[in-house]
């Protein structure tokens, strides 16, 4: 009989729980049927009874209020076995059940909660643990949905009765929310968004000391919501008015550094069947065995790209919540740290590595020996330890990190981070984990700049010096003013810069501090500057704060006039020694003194268009329209340091072809050209001219007239922003060997990034990616996932078209690329899958593409079957049906393995026999004479082929109904095949049917 309650795949084993439920609720079901008869049960009798309710609340809906009554009058231990089982089938059987037990789970729950059912807090962290993070499904949206609602619903109480339970939905909801505001603007997100900030910030503007009971990770969570205007409001709060949340003992932020997390809450971001899972491989499998359950695992549970949030949980579920014994840890089990080591290796974004990182490093900051445990930094320290010198690329990147983070997460309280993360080493000494900090300053191969960090802050610690800047700020946000405008970036782009904006200081040059005559005022405009305040460079710089107070207009004008001092050959002996690097820096600092954030997510900053009036337009623009070395050098040193230099440039570059394509400048456009909404466009031009030839100008001595903006003119602009964009990718590849693997592919979060400007076109967006960026993006799986997944159906069709007429290619010529693709796709949703084989057949039918290799290869792997692959053998069944059947294609359908799909290839052969019958004819007979060949030269080996069952079946039959010529062909079929016998298991497919 099938369960109502799960679905059991064929080749999975009956589950014990739902046949005892079951067998229950059939076998009592006339007790629960009216007229009810009240008995006081037995033990035994009230355990059956309680599984069968349940089986029946959850099953039979139309039977619920019914039962819910018969148990309300039978009821003796406080609904506590009730709630009981309802916890183990939420626990042991959720990703199984059906839809209408799973709504039923919802309302059962809020049952409970109004009967105050003994556990009815443990049923709802069971519910909340369901939740995945970094998963957009419907159902996962649905219960994240429900149980906020539920939350809101029953405050009162569930505040009465088990008020740390709402502790529990704030810590789950605060780590959803970045989730979600990460993705793009999605109207079934927009809802349950507003559910969730409402429940949030009731909670934290309501019920403030039950928010504390989270601990120091509060903070860490609420830094990723900083760009929400609602938590910008409490960040305020939080820094400059503590006592607005009207809790005792709540003075300053620095509070809840020293409150430790309690490993419950890590848990709720870990469902139990990955807590399973985890715990099985940190306590039974052998080092060096790892390596299938590590790729089971990712395959498991991080099988998309959006799921790479849940690697932070994950790790700090590991740091804080499982804590091996110290059998395991004196045997060969796998340690902590390597497979912290492998979960870091997975995140193939900077931005989710950073906050692997800052979850991993997070209890060192404020490390207490009084309430922190040792195990909690462990896996820390023994990572980076252990990777050298193997791995010496992790422990600088780790080491580095850290360092950074220490001086530069919160620098109002410095004092209290130096102290936390010397109470950390000094524990770890203390406890034998390491020896002493020699075993990095004494490595060779540590990076010199990491060595130097660290001398640095061992140094501050002895001597007890921590300089501290004026003016409360949030934890790892450098800006001071926290007004509207200048509040923190969104960390969902890039982990608050994950702490870029504080680097190791510039030291200024002595000579560049001695005092000018010359001082700057703000005026009304801040050019022109002749060549004498070349000199005072560095003053200049000093004097951003002053124009930016004025207006941000004087200080955009301000930056580019430093800029074109700097890089104009004649002033090349005037600067006085100013690196690059130094400018970058002492800008950088600048800037962030009066709140601006250089290279913030596009679209920050209010009431302003960023991408054409800001400073970093006008650095973007400068350095598109010089290629000057100087300026690409200190984009060099701000991508170094956390900035998102390539996410601008490539949003800057798109919009750039975006507005040329709107005014009229396209390939194929024909219609007047107009520069109305096209403002990036028109500013580009004019600082392209302007500086082109006024440069040509300063050289020649002479006036040079201003040439027609043309096409060509602006296809030169666009190449060059494009290749302006590649600059930088290739630079931050290259300085981070991590990636170097990746050197062929598009960093995603450089595309998410550029697609969150609402004015540009999302289809002409990707458009362009193919076009300007092939190399980067063609048969790129997170770029064709992101399209599919984010472009609405007509403009997928549009796309179609703009394929079948070659303006664009998104595949590329590489079989195996598109072949590694398709598989990957196996795991992608139904409707993306469907959506991307619409596109791979509207492409490759029109341009020369093996598809006899592309299909050769799909029903030869190991990957294809009935199952994972349905959707992709439609794919390929259509893409056929679309080729003609030239010699090459038909040998490789006739070469097909009759155990897959057997019925595909002759599904393929009617299909041909309609549409172009002759030339099938004319291919089969070309086949078999490829085939036959006895010469010794031919493709194909007899001794290793079978022909596909299917296809000559088919074959014989339709020949035999096709007159003298069918004759032929059945005589030449049986000549050619009499000898063919089966194909061993271990033969060679031959992929060349041609």
């Excluded at 951003?544 to 800029?563: D, H, P, W, Y």
Aim: glycine share 6%; aromatic share 8%.
């Amino acid at each position: 009989m099938a369960s109502k309650l799960i679905l059991v795949a064929p080749h999975e084993s009956p589950d014990q729980l739902e046949i005892s439920l079951r067998e229950a609720y059939n076998l009592l079901l006339p007790k629960l049927t009216p007229p009810l008869k009240l008995t006081i049960p037995s033990p035994e009798e009230y355990l059956n009874l309680n599984k069968a309710i349940v089986y029946g609340v959850l099953c039979e809906p139309n039977l619920a209020n019914i039962h819910m009554k018969y148990l309300h009058a039978i009821v003796n231990d406080g609904y506590c076995l009730f709630i009981n089982l309802l916890s183990q089938i939420v626990d042991g059987l959720y990703s199984k059940m059906l839809e209408f037990p799973k709504v039923q789970l919802i309302w059962v729950a809020s049952v409970m909660i109004d009967v105050s059912g003994i556990g009815f807090d443990c049923l709802l962290v069971s519910l909340l643990r369901q939740i995945v993070g970094g998963d957009f499904s419907d159902g996962n949206l649905w219960l994240s949905f429900e149980m906020v609602n539920l939350f809101s619903l029953k405050w009162d109480l569930i505040l009465n009765e088990e008020p740390l339970v709402l502790s529990c939905a704030l810590y789950t909801y605060l780590r959803l929310l970045a989730d979600h505001y990460r993705l793009a603007c999605s109207p079934k997100l927009n809802e349950l968004k507003r559910k969730e900030i409402e429940f949030c910030v009731r909670m934290l503007r309501e019920q403030f000391h039950l928010c504390l009971r989270i601990g120091r990770d509060l903070v860490r969570l609420l830094q990723d919501l900083v760009h929400i205007p609602e938590f910008r409001a409490i960040w305020k709060d939080l820094l400059l008015n503590p006592s607005s949340f009207g809790t005792t003992g709540f003075s300053d932020i620095s509070c809840i550094y020293g409150m430790r997390t309690s490993s419950r809450y890590f848990l709720l971001r870990i469902t139990p069947e990955m807590e399973t899972q985890l715990r099985f491989l940190l306590t039974h499998v052998k080092l060096g065995s790892q390596r299938r359950h590590q790729a089971w695992f990712t395959r498991k549970f991080l099988f998309v790209p959006e799921r790479e949030t849940l690697v932070s949980d994950i790790v700090r579920f590991i740091c804080c919540a499982h804590h091996p014994s110290n059998e395991i840890l004196q045997s060969d089990v796998i340690p902590r740290w390597a497979v912290i080591g492998w979960l870091l290796k997975l995140c193939s974004k900077k931005y989710f590595e950073a906050n692997v990182k800052l979850t991993l490093f997070y209890d060192w900051l404020f490390f207490d020996e009084k309430v922190d445990n040792v195990m909690n930094i462990e896996p820390a320290m023994l990572l980076m330890v252990n990777s050298i010198p193997r791995y010496i690329d992790m422990t600088n990147s780790l080491l580095e990190f850290l360092l950074l983070v220490v001086d530069n997460y919160d620098m109002d309280r410095k004092n209290v981070i130096y102290k936390g993360m010397s109470s950390a080493i000094s524990m770890l000494v203390t406890k034998g984990v390491i020896g002493s900090l020699d075993i990095f300053i004494s490595c060779n191969v540590l990076s010199p700049l990491v060595k130097e960090m660290l001398q640095k802050f061992i140094f501050e610690v002895e001597s007890g010096t921590c300089k501290e800047p004026k003016g409360p700020q949030p934890p790892g946000i450098l800006s001071s003013d926290m007004s509207s405008q200048t509040l923190p970036n969104p960390p969902d782009l890039a982990i608050q810069e994950h702490l870029s904006e504080g680097l190791p200081a510039c030291h200024r040059n002595d000579e560049l501090n001695a005092q000018h005559s010359s001082v700057l005022k703000p005026t009304d405009s801040a050019a022109p500057f002749d060549e004498s305040q070349v000199g005072n460079l560095a003053n200049l710089i000093g004097k951003i704060g002053e124009f930016m107070k004025s207006s941000s207009r004087k200080g955009q004008q301000l930056v580019e006039n430093i800029l074109l001092l700097y890089i104009n050959p004649a002033n090349e002996d005037k600067l006085g020694g100013i690196g690059s690097d130094y400018l970058a820096c002492e800008l950088k600092k600048e800037l962030e003194l009066v709140g601006y954030n250089l290279f913030s997510p596009a679209g920050s900053l209010l009431n302003s268009d960023d991408e054409v009036q800001s400073i970093t337009a006008v650095i973007i623009r400068t350095f598109i329209i010089s290629q000057h070395q100087r300026i690409k050098e200190m984009l060099f040193w701000w991508s170094r340091n956390g900035c998102l230099v390539g996410a601008r440039l490539l949003s800057y570059a798109l919009r750039l072809a975006h507005e040329a394509h709107g005014a009229g400048y396209g390939v194929d456009y024909t219609s007047e050209i107009t520069y109305k909404n096209m403002p990036l466009l028109k500013c580009h031009i004019e600082e392209y001219l302007a500086l082109t030839y006024q440069n040509e100008d300063c050289v020649n001595g002479a006036t040079t007239p201003t040439p027609e903006v043309d096409r060509k003119l602006i296809s030169n602009m666009i190449d060059s922003a494009f290749t302006s964009y590649r600059t930088i990718l290739t630079h931050a590849k290259d300085v981070s060997s991590k990636e170097v693997s990746d050197s062929g592919k598009l960093p995603l979060m450089d595309v998410v990034s550029s697609s969150l400007w609402k004015g540009k076109s999302l289809k002409f967006l990707f458009c362009s990616i193919f076009l300007y960026l092939p190399d980067l993006s063609l048969s790129d799986e997170s770029v064709i996932l992101l399209l599919v997944s984010q472009l609405e159906d007509a403009d997928l069709l549009y796309m179609q078209m703009d394929l079948g007429l070659k303006r664009l290619t998104i595949f590329g010529e590489d079989v195996q690329k598109v072949l590694q693709l398709i598989k990957r796709s196996f795991y992608w949703k139904h409707e993306d899958q469907h959506k991307i084989w619409s596109l791979i057949r509207s492409e490759l039918i029109v341009n020369r593409f093996p598809v006899e290799k592309l299909l050769l290869g799909c029903f030869f792997s190991t990957d294809f079957d009935s199952k994972a692959s349905g959707i992709a053998v439609g794919g390929l069944l259509a893409l056929c049906s679309s080729c003609a059947p030239t010699p090459e294609i038909v040998g490789a359908v006739m070469l097909l393995p009759s155990d897959k799909f057997p019925d595909f290839a002759a599904a393929i052969l009617s299909h041909w026999t309609i549409t172009n019958a002759s030339m099938l004819s004319n291919s089969v007979a070309d086949f078999l004479n490829k085939l036959g060949n006895a010469d010794g030269n031919a493709p194909l080996d007899l001794g290793s082929v079978l022909v596909n069952q299917s296809a000559l079946l088919f074959l014989l039959e339709y020949f035999k109904g096709q007159g003298e010529r069918g004759d032929n062909m059945l005589e030449n079929l049986a000549l050619h095949l009499s000898d063919v016998e089966t194909r061993p298991k271990n033969c060679i497919v031959p992929m060349d049917t041609g």
